[in-house]
């Protein structure tokens, strides 16, 4: 992107971008590749193990039925040959996987999704301190040479991953101090059908979007569903 928006509706063109998804094996990860890879994204499903990976790849293109772009790797080739990479990884190992990743993510837009919360028998999910102040933070503390984005905290793995769903009803809230890294990750999160991305604000915000994830999980158990957010009058 070369120029300067001229309104926040006006995003570049994502859709020849590559994405790598390190922690793809799980959940979340392995519902964001799905969807990325049906909207016609190369997409390489990171992993600590290689096999774990390539399974995982190979199990959403059996569940399609079709060929999808979409491979496993080892965590540091996921990152490396990637475009824009997608941090899914546990928060217990969050840290330790960015460090071990520096020069692989060095000068790319890295979209970090990672929720730190806790669960405790009969008070549910509660969102965890960080001493950097978030998720994102730390990870933009760490990948000092990176452009680190928050985005995709309150999507559903279970809709992401359910072929049944066609469209994903919802708003991602994207925050980052990089307008034009922001732009590119709104521009990426539109590329789902149904989805939208909306700028949420500077990283330094990012700890209420993660922590909000708690309460989404408190209402998705009330009422059996699998909520996320729509924002009005924008």
Not at 28 to 38: C, D, I
Not at 83 to 88: K, Q, S
Not at 92 to 113: F, M, P, Y
Request: proline share 4%.
């Amino acid at each position: 992107m070369t120029e300067q928006q001229k309104t926040p509706y006006d995003l570049p063109d994502a859709s020849g971008l590559s994405i790598g998804i390190l922690g793809g094996t799980g959940d979340q990860g392995k519902g964001l590749a799905r969807r990325f890879a049906l909207a016609g994204h190369r997409v390489t499903i990171g992993s600590r193990k290689a096999e774990r990976a390539q399974e995982a790849a190979a199990g959403l293109a059996a569940e399609q039925g079709a060929d999808l772009p979409v491979s496993g790797a080892e965590n540091p080739v996921a990152a490396g040959e990637s475009d824009v990479v997608i941090v899914a990884v546990p928060w217990e190992g969050h840290k330790a996987t960015l460090e071990s990743l520096r020069a692989e993510l060095a000068g790319k837009i890295v979209i970090d999704c990672v929720n730190p919360l806790g669960f405790e028998k009969g008070k549910g999910a509660f969102a965890l301190p960080v001493e950097e102040g978030s998720a994102a933070e730390q990870a933009a503390a760490v990948l000092t040479g990176s452009r680190v984005v928050a985005a995709f905290h309150h999507v559903s793995a279970k809709l992401l991953l359910d072929p049944s769903v066609a469209e994903m009803e919802l708003d991602v809230l994207v925050l980052g101090d990089d307008r034009e890294a922001t732009d590119l990750v709104q521009a990426l999160a539109g590329r789902i059908p149904g989805m939208r991305g909306v700028y949420g604000g500077r990283l330094h915000n990012a700890h209420q979007v993660e922590a909000f994830t708690a309460n989404l999980i408190s209402i998705n158990r009330r009422y059996k569903a699998h909520a996320g957010l729509r924002v009005t009058d924008v």
